[in-house]
């Protein structure tokens, strides 16, 4: 580009004031492509305007998941959880992002135990003392999408078992981000959250993982919670993606409900627990966005 255009990231400012030194920096890089290292597409990077909508998205997301902190406890069925999150939802002018996502049912996915991922709300599902619960929300503001889970203990007890996998699924989930660093790799992520795993005996799922989130509800980069560092999609400041790892007591083996087409359970039957957060790389780590 001329310099003086206007920059190809739609912020409105020249050229030579905004991606200039980026679009620099970013042809001087060498990639190995044996190691699957490569440049990320311009569309993936976000401009001040975008990454404020996506975070005031994640402030309603957020206010949603701190609602379910105070409506979880042992005899709720997990129908009032979607219904309330879908009101606050909409009384704050959003919409939630779940719902007919591919025909998805539901608001929002609510997974219990050995469900890994998209349990379906339902009125007969009642949530029982030393559960241990999942809530993912993804939240739609003015066009923008935020997306972040947290785990809950019904009832604040369970087994130590379970309580350990509890928190060290969100240790890997903070290492992976703390792992996601500008002009660093995709693959530093997952072999954070990966060491840490298999450091406290669990395994991870590798048949799901995080994305990249803000203008639609999935892009890419795909982001595996397994890897190696120095491997993967460059990431740079203005990407923003979800760190999410899926984490089982168990074997990594998942299957899908052959009835609801959407309910993901361990294999084995084992316990399974997941943490997620929106962030976004900026030029010196990482912004939370959605929590």
């Known amino acids: 580009m001329m310099r003086n255009e206007l920059c190809w990231c739609?912020?409105?400012?020249?050229?030579?004031k905004c991606h200039a030194d980026f679009d620099e920096r970013l042809s001087e890089?060498?990639?190995?492509?044996?190691?699957?290292?490569?440049?990320?597409?311009?569309?993936?990077?976000?401009?001040?305007?975008?990454?404020?909508?996506?975070?005031?998205?994640?402030?309603?997301?957020?206010g949603t998941l701190d609602l379910m902190a105070e409506l979880v406890r042992p005899g709720i069925d997990t129908e009032s959880l979607d219904a309330a999150a879908a009101e606050y939802i909409r009384s704050h002018g959003g919409i939630p992002a779940c719902l007919h996502y591919e025909g998805y049912?539901?608001?929002?996915?609510?997974?219990i135990n050995?469900?890994?991922?998209?349990?379906?709300?339902?009125?007969?599902?009642?949530?029982?003392?030393?559960?241990?619960?999942?809530?993912?929300?993804?939240?739609?503001?003015?066009?923008?999408?935020?997306?972040?889970?947290?785990?809950?203990?019904?009832?604040?007890?369970?087994?130590?078992?379970?309580?350990?996998?509890?928190?060290?699924?969100?240790?890997?989930?903070?290492?992976?981000?703390?792992?996601?660093?500008?002009?660093?790799?995709?693959?530093?992520?997952?072999?954070?959250?990966?060491?840490?795993?298999?450091?406290?005996?669990?395994?991870?799922?590798t048949a799901l993982?995080?994305?990249g989130v803000g203008k639609d509800f999935h892009l890419e980069p795909f982001v595996p919670h397994t890897g190696k560092k120095d491997t993967g999609m460059l990431l740079v400041p203005g990407m923003i993606l979800t760190v999410e790892p899926m984490i089982n007591a168990g074997k990594s083996a998942v299957v899908t409900d052959r009835k609801d087409g959407w309910t993901v359970r361990t294999k084995d039957k084992t316990l399974s627990a997941q943490w997620e957060k929106t962030i976004l790389i900026t030029e010196t780590g990482t912004e939370v966005l959605s929590s």
Not at 10 to 16: D, F, I, L, R, V
Not at 30 to 58: H, T, W, Y
């Open 114 to 205: 050995d469900v890994v991922c998209h349990g379906i709300p339902s009125k007969q599902t009642i949530l029982k003392e030393g559960d241990i619960v999942n809530i993912d929300i993804t939240t739609i503001l003015d066009g923008y999408y935020a997306d972040a889970s947290r785990m809950f203990i019904v009832g604040g007890h369970t087994t130590p078992e379970a309580e350990k996998l509890v928190r060290v699924t969100r240790e890997c989930m903070e290492r992976g981000i703390e792992a996601a660093r500008p002009w660093h790799f995709l693959g530093d992520i997952g072999a954070a959250c990966s060491a840490h795993a298999r450091e406290n005996g669990y395994s991870v799922v």
């Open 105 to 111: 049912p539901k608001n929002v996915c609510i997974s």
């Open 209 to 211: 993982g995080g994305h």
């Open 29 to 62: 890089m060498k990639f190995d492509f044996m190691r699957g290292q490569v440049r990320p597409p311009k569309k993936l990077i976000n401009n001040a305007e975008d990454i404020a909508k996506v975070r005031a998205s994640g402030v309603v997301n957020d």
């Open 10 to 16: 739609g912020s409105g400012k020249k050229y030579k």
